[in-house]
């Protein structure tokens, strides 16, 4: 089977004790079957495994403690569990995590996911992102030549991440609406002439940085209101949270305006970074085995909903304190917001289905959400 991966996919390690934001604090972390049985039957600190696991609507968790830490994590940020037992104790989120794998007919595609602060410093080290095929390669599978489509939109670099980001979902929504597309019909979208006069009216049309603003601090207050009421990452969310409601309730135009002028211009400083993120994420989480061409959409959607939270989680940050905006501080939130949106497919349709009119959006919404942030303030 064709196995299609980053090039940087075999030089991931697992940082462990040194990790700056370990993978079993904050975190729902599963329980497989499989692992459940075996756990039966084995002890930790003078009760069994199965004691430390809670079932929920999605299936079965460990519970945290009461530091939001898994039990079994030490005091050295090690895993009791694999210092007694090995490897093979861990249910498979733990075995395999970060990396993701997706298994179709003609070929299996690795990753590793945004959710490890070791997979955001690689992103932000690479130059330019390389998988060990060639995406543009003609393809019989309409869906795995449009999302590489995609992807390649997003790669050049001629255009602003944020544009093209705008570029790419426009092209997706109008391949949507036609029954079958050729791979010929594909090449057309990649077409220099084309994409540069998508662009240009994407800048002639304008947007209003106020309007976009006031939508993503909503976007912003409903996708962290769960995780405060759980009382978690309270350490990112808390504050800025806060600082959004006073922000609605009381809006100095003034003062928003010009700490967005200077924190589009940090923003810029990680364009690479961001531009790597969502290729990663187009790779990794817009098609799915099984899905078909709606659900790409949907999944373009969620995947540019999780970057407008993690900008706005960054420009709240600045005007709580921007000296403190560090690379560390981008990257924690790369973290932090897609663990927070790393929700399974069906809960994602119906986060989408309760949340807004339509389940695929129109152009003009995602212009809305992801657009106005690009215009001088």
Excluded at 152 to 175: E, G, R, T, W
Aim: proline content about 2%.
């Amino acid at each position: 089977m064709l196995e299609i991966k980053p090039k940087y996919y075999s030089r991931f390690h697992c940082t462990a004790d040194k990790c700056p934001m370990t993978c079993c604090r904050e975190w729902k972390i599963a329980v497989d079957e499989e692992t459940y049985e075996g756990w039966k039957n084995v002890e930790f600190d003078g009760a069994k495994l199965t004691s430390y696991v809670t079932e929920t609507d999605t299936g079965r968790i460990i519970c945290l403690n009461q530091e939001k830490k898994c039990p079994f994590l030490n005091e050295k940020g090690l895993c009791s569990l694999v210092i007694c037992h090995g490897d093979e104790i861990l249910s498979q989120t733990c075995d395999i995590f970060p990396r993701q794998i997706h298994d179709f007919e003609d070929r299996r595609e690795l990753s590793l996911v945004s959710c490890c602060p070791e997979v955001v410093d690689m992103l932000y080290r690479e130059e330019d992102m390389e998988f060990t095929y060639n995406l543009e390669k003609e393809s019989e599978d309409e869906l795995f030549a449009v999302r590489n489509l995609m992807i390649d939109i997003v790669k050049n670099k001629k255009y602003p991440v944020q544009i093209s980001l705008l570029m790419a979902f426009y092209i997706l929504l109008d391949i949507y609406g036609k029954n079958e597309v050729s791979f010929g019909e594909l090449l057309q979208y990649r077409k220099e002439e084309l994409l540069d006069e998508l662009y240009a009216k994407i800048l002639e049309a304008g947007s209003s940085w106020e309007d976009t603003f006031d939508e993503d601090n909503e976007l912003w207050l409903d996708m962290v209101e769960n995780y405060r009421k759980e009382g978690l990452y309270t350490e990112y969310i808390g504050n800025l949270s806060e600082l959004a409601e006073k922000l609605l309730e009381t809006y100095d135009r003034k003062n928003i305006q010009e700490n967005l002028a200077g924190f589009l211009k940090y923003f810029r400083e990680y364009e690479n970074l961001f531009r790597n993120f969502l290729i990663s994420e187009f790779f990794t989480n817009m098609l799915l085995p099984e899905a078909d061409m709606e659900e790409m959409v949907i999944m373009m959607q969620w995947i540019a909903m999780e970057f407008v939270l993690i900008r706005q989680g960054l420009f709240l940050k600045w005007m709580e304190n921007k000296e403190s905006v560090s690379y560390e501080t981008v990257r924690d939130y790369i973290v932090v917001i897609s663990r927070m949106t790393g929700y399974d497919e069906e809960d994602i349709f119906e986060y989408m289905e309760n949340s807004f009119q339509s389940l695929v959006w129109e152009w003009g919404y995602m212009a809305l959400i992801v657009g106005g942030l690009f215009d001088e303030a």
